[in-house]
Structures are given as C-alpha cells and as structure tokens.
C-alpha cells in the first residue's frame, strides 16, 4: 500500500502519509489511488479537483454545502496551512466539535474530510498553494459558512501577528448556533 491511513479523533475524518520516493534529483508521491483508498474503507468518488494561493495570514472558512454536500482529500503542495473540519452531523456524538491539523508541502500529509464537515484553513507561512479533491462540485448557490472564530466551536487558530485576512462573506458569516433558523434550514 503506498499510503498510511490513520483514523482521527473524530469519526470518519482521516489523515493520510503517502510513501515520498526521494532522491538528489527531488521526490515522488501518489496523491490519490483508488484501489488503496478503498481497502482503507474510503470508497468516495472524486468529481473534481481544486486549487487555491493565499499569501501568509489568510483564513478561508468554515465552509460548507448541504443539498450537495462534498467530501474533500485536502494537502499542501507548497507552504503549510492549519486546516480545520468541523462536524456538522447532527446524530454524530461530536456534533459541533472540531479537529484541526497542520499540513504541509514538506511532510505532504494529507487530510481526508467526509461530507458533513464545515472547513477551514489558515495559512502559516509566506503563502500556500492548497489543493483539494471533492466528491460534489461546488454550488455558490448552496455554500454556507460559520463564523471562523465562533466561540462555541472555539477553534484554537494560531497566533496571528495581526487579524487573519478575510474574505467579504467569511467576515459576514453567522456564528454557530443550532436554535437559529439559519442553522435548522441547513443541518
């Protein structure tokens, strides 16, 4: 098997160590094998890939979609970032809470997150090129978000030397509170 599976503290999320073929002349990985993915257990079907730059900083999060919930395989090919999934599985025992870990191009660990997650992720160093593999392409028209710095989830970000770099909706985004409407309509 050429990737290492280890089940994370909340269920179904997973972090993934692929085998790096290095030599003086760099390195190789497999990022994606459908045959060992299934054997972990891990039988999604990737509908599209993803990438995004952010300079040191930025903060994209927590997003998600309800009616076309997507699943992501996440990794850094360039920097490092503290990625975020947050469990928005109502019958789930961690509904609510959240699991972070730090990824990075040096490491090339890889965060799988199943459908029912809010994500996020900062970016810790100069900048970050972020890729992301999703099992449903993205809707605008179903994204939602919660507040990056809700205090009930109460996600211990890093420090930042000053206030993370927003976009116009993540700054907008409601904090995370079930009894709202916002939140019945959508969980």
Known sequence: MSFIFTKCLIEGLYEIQPDVHGDSRGFFIETYKKEDFFSAGLTMDFVQDNMSHSKRGVLRGLHFQKKHPQGKLVSV???????VAVDLRKKSPTFGKYYSVVLSSEKHNMFY?????AHGFAVLTESATFCYKCTDVYHPEDEYIIRWNDPTIDIKWPDFDSAPLLSPKDTQAPFFDPTQSYFQDIL
């Not at 090919?77 to 990625?83: A, I, L, N, R, Y």
């Open 77 to 83: 090919v360039e920097g490092e970032v503290f990625d």
């Open 113 to 117: 997150i199943p459908e029912g997650f």
